[in-house]
């Protein structure tokens, strides 16, 4: 018998995973019920996937009402959110909940969910897609191979890119440390995850700079205007030009593909005029100069593990490069990652290149293809090895470390102490 899985949340990220779980493993599993606070959204996807009316909720807590409805439960809303649905979810009595990042930016949130998961034996699995891809489990295999001898440090690089970062973190859903979480936690708790992962040892001290410097409204240009399509004079050499962004320029069209337009509009289906629409009167088209934005636009971390080895994590929101760099360095030899290339060099042998897969798919989809894959492994009960699963217990850690890079950035970059529980 197929396993049922529900969804709440069905904006990209849910709306994603729905889609590889109906191509990939519609043998094994099926969507049951779905729940989304906008009935566009339920209007929109529930038809696609045979989800009845009496299966669409508009509230968690009508949803959770109704009991446990399925074997597996997924959870994608907005970061704020994350907390009390996944509290409810464990509290209803669902065994296998798949939650996106960040889980929350309060400490006392995050191991709560962590001990009630443990208490009522929930497999609580985080979204942290990018060490289920090729790239990241190679890396790791090498490492653990011991090639490399014993890690050194990391020098890790999250380019957000520029455009990117103006649209999620100055225009949009993560602009705002209140409405979500400080950037260091909502865009890089991957990165430290990743780099907690590869050093395999507790992380006992943390330090960090950085700041929101650019996208404030004293960097404005002569003639700025509130809104780019609202009269601003200065949209000629803006690179931010929310119109060129998201109408005219074909480039960054071809890059703003069909989910960043469901962003901009709300909806999954959008018409040339909807788009028009949201970026003449909608918050995506606002001057970047004038957001209520408050994240960071640049931050370092310096982390040391117990082992001795040390890691940077530099996160910037201006490279024209929309990808993460590494250099791995241990005592017998080290790894340079570009995008998705990666180079291993042996002191005093041979330098390669590693191939990691035949096919790299954009951005993190082919973490997102294989974190739905084990997930629907474990809930079929084909295995309980939960070795790289990232569990809740793994995503304490980054988390820990995201907000201690951030306690200490508001103090001058003091040293914060990590200490294990
Ligand atoms: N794992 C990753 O790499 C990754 C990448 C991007 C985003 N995310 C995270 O995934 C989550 C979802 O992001 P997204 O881009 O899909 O957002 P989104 O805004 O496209 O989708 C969120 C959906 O949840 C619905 N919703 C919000 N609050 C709700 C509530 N209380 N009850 C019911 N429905 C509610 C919204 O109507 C919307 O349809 C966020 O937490 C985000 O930080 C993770």
């Known amino acids: 018998m197929k396993k049922t899985v529900s969804v709440i949340g069905l904006g990209n990220r849910g709306t994603e995973y729905m889609g590889f779980l109906k191509y990939f ?29 009496e299966r669409q909720f508009l509230s968690p807590d009508v949803f959770f009402a109704h009991g446990v409805l399925s074997d597996a439960l997924i959870i994608a809303t907005q970061d704020a959110s994350h907390y009390e649905i996944t509290k409810q979810a464990i509290l209803t009595g669902y065994k296998y909940i798949l939650l996106e990042k960040p889980v929350s930016g309060v400490r006392a949130e995050y191991t709560e969910l962590r001990d009630l998961a443990l208490a009522h034996g929930v497999l609580l699995v985080i979204c942290h897609v990018l060490r289920y891809s090729n790239y990241y489990s190679k890396i790791k295999e090498i490492i ?32 705002s440390e209140a409405e979500s979480t400080p950037s260091i936690l909502a865009k890089c708790c991957h990165d430290i995850d990743l780099i907690a ?26 003639g700025a205007a509130p809104t780019c399509m609202g009269g601003c004079k200065a949209k000629k050499d803006c690179p931010y030009d929310a119109q060129r962004l998201y109408l005219t320029d074909p480039f960054y ?28 009167n909608g918050d995506y088209g606002r001057c970047v100069f004038f957001c209520d934005n ?46 998705t290339k990666l180079k291993k060099h042996i ?15 954009s951005g993190h989809v082919e973490g997102d293809i294989r974190l739905i894959a084990g997930f629907v492994k474990l809930i079929c009960g084909e295995t309980t090895d939960l070795t790289n699963i990232t569990t809740i217990e793994a995503t304490v850690v980054s988390h820990d470390i995201a907000l201690a890079a951030e306690q200490s950035r508001k103090h001058g970059g003091a040293p914060v102490l990590l200490e294990s529980e």
């Open 294 to 339: 408050d994240v960071c636009d640049n931050q370092f971390v310096t982390m040391t593990f117990q082992s001795g080895a040390t890691a940077v994590l530099e996160m910037n929101g201006f490279s024209d490069k929309m990808f993460r760099e590494c250099h791995i360095v241990g005592t017998k030899g080290e790894l340079v990652g570009y995008g």
């Open 197 to 222: 992962w590869f050093m395999d040892a507790p992380c006992v001290s943390v330090s960090s700079v950085g700041s929101l410097k650019f996208f404030r409204k004293e960097n404005a240009p002569a």
């Open 253 to 280: 069209k071809a890059k703003f593909i069909k989910f960043m337009k469901r962003t901009l509009t709300g909806k999954t289906h959008n018409k040339k005029s909807d788009v028009e629409a949201a970026v003449k």
């Open 144 to 175: 653990q191979s011991g090639e490399l001898g014993d890690i050194v440090s990391i020098n890790h690089t999250e380019n957000v890119g520029y455009f990117h970062f103006a649209h999620s973190f100055v225009r949009g859903n993560w602009r």
């Open 347 to 361: 002191f005093g042998g041979k330098t390669s290149n590693v191939k990691t897969s035949k096919l790299h798919l």
């Open 25 to 53: 493993h519609r043998s094994k599993v099926e969507i049951y019920a779905l729940c989304d606070k906008r009935q566009q959204a339920l209007d929109d996807i529930a038809p696609k996937y045979g989800v009845p009316k």
